[in-house]
C-alpha cells in the first residue's frame, strides 16, 4: 500500500511544482490555454461542417462524394503543413505572424458558417461549393497551424522539463474536449439547425486568439534558458 502511493505522492508534487511555475514562466502557459481552446473550437467547427456538407448535399456517410470530401480534407492538411515547413525559412515573417494569419481563416470561415442563421442570407454553408472553398482554404491552415504551435511551445519549454509541459497541454486537451460537444448538442437538439452550433465554436476562436495575442514568444524563450525554481535553489545553497 505504501509503495502504490509513492507514485501518486510523486505525481502530485510535480503537478504542483508545473503549476507553481506560471511566474517564472508564463508564456508556453498562455499559448498553452489559447492551443487547447482553439484545438477544443476546431475540433468541434470541423465535426459541424462535416454534418452540414451531408445535409446540405443530401449524402450520406457511404456516397462516395463524401469519401472524396473526406479525403482530400486529409490530402489538403498535409500539403498545408508541409508547404508552412517549406515556406517559413524563406519568407521573412515572425512565425507568430503565421498563426495570426491561419487564426484569421478559422475566425473568418466560422463567422461565415454563423451567417446562414438567418434564412434571409443566402450564404453560410447553405450550398456545396462554400464546403469545397472552406476545405481548400482552412484544412491546410489547420494543419499548418498544428505544426506552428508544436513548434512555439517547445522553444518556450525549460530544459528538461519538456515532458511536463507536453503532459500539461494534452490533459488540458482531455479535460475539457468533451464540454463542447456536449454544448453543441443542446443546441443542435434545441434549434434543429447546424450552423447555432457554430456559435459556441467561434466565441472559443476569438477568446483563443486573445491568448495568441497575448504571449510573447521572445519572452518565453528567454524565461525557458532560466533554471527551475528547484535547480536554482540548489545552485545558490
Not at 454534418?51 to 469519401?67: K, M, N, P, Q
Not at 450564404?123 to 472553398?133: A, P, Q, S, V
Not at 525549460?158 to 490533459?171: C, D, Q, V
Not at 459556441?200 to 518565453?220: A, E, I, T
Request: with cysteine; hydrophobic share 45%.
Amino acid at each position: 500500500t505504501d509503495n502504490s502511493r509513492e507514485p501518486k505522492l510523486a505525481n502530485s508534487i510535480i503537478e504542483l511544482s508545473l503549476l507553481k511555475s506560471f511566474r517564472r514562466y508564463p508564456e508556453p502557459f498562455k499559448l498553452c490555454i489559447g492551443w487547447v481552446l482553439w484545438n477544443t473550437a476546431n475540433s468541434n467547427f470541423q465535426s459541424v461542417l462535416g454534418l452540414a456538407f451531408r445535409e446540405v448535399s443530401g449524402l450520406g456517410t457511404g456516397d462516395r462524394l463524401y469519401t472524396v470530401y473526406s479525403f482530400l480534407g486529409i490530402v489538403l492538411a498535409s500539403i498545408g503543413s508541409l508547404a508552412w515547413m517549406f515556406l517559413y525559412p524563406v519568407l521573412p515573417y515572425k512565425m507568430k505572424s503565421y498563426a495570426y494569419l491561419f487564426l484569421t481563416l478559422h475566425v473568418l470561415w466560422c463567422l461565415w458558417g454563423t451567417l446562414g442563421i438567418s434564412d434571409n442570407v443566402p450564404i453560410g454553408f447553405k450550398h456545396t461549393g462554400e464546403f469545397w472553398g472552406e476545405l481548400a482554404l482552412l484544412n491546410p491552415a489547420t494543419s499548418a497551424l498544428r505544426a506552428c504551435n508544436r513548434v512555439m511551445y517547445a522553444a518556450m519549454i525549460p530544459r528538461g522539463k519538456e515532458a511536463h509541459f507536453t503532459g500539461l497541454e494534452l490533459t488540458l486537451d482531455l479535460a475539457t474536449g468533451w464540454i463542447n460537444p456536449l454544448v453543441q448538442s443542446v443546441i443542435q437538439d434545441a434549434t434543429h439547425n447546424l450552423r447555432y452550433p457554430m456559435l459556441p465554436n467561434l466565441f472559443l476562436f476569438l477568446v483563443s486568439s486573445g491568448f495568441y495575442f497575448w504571449f510573447d514568444m521572445d519572452k518565453g524563450i528567454e524565461d525557458s534558458m532560466k533554471p527551475w525554481e528547484e535547480d536554482a535553489v540548489e545552485e545558490q545553497s
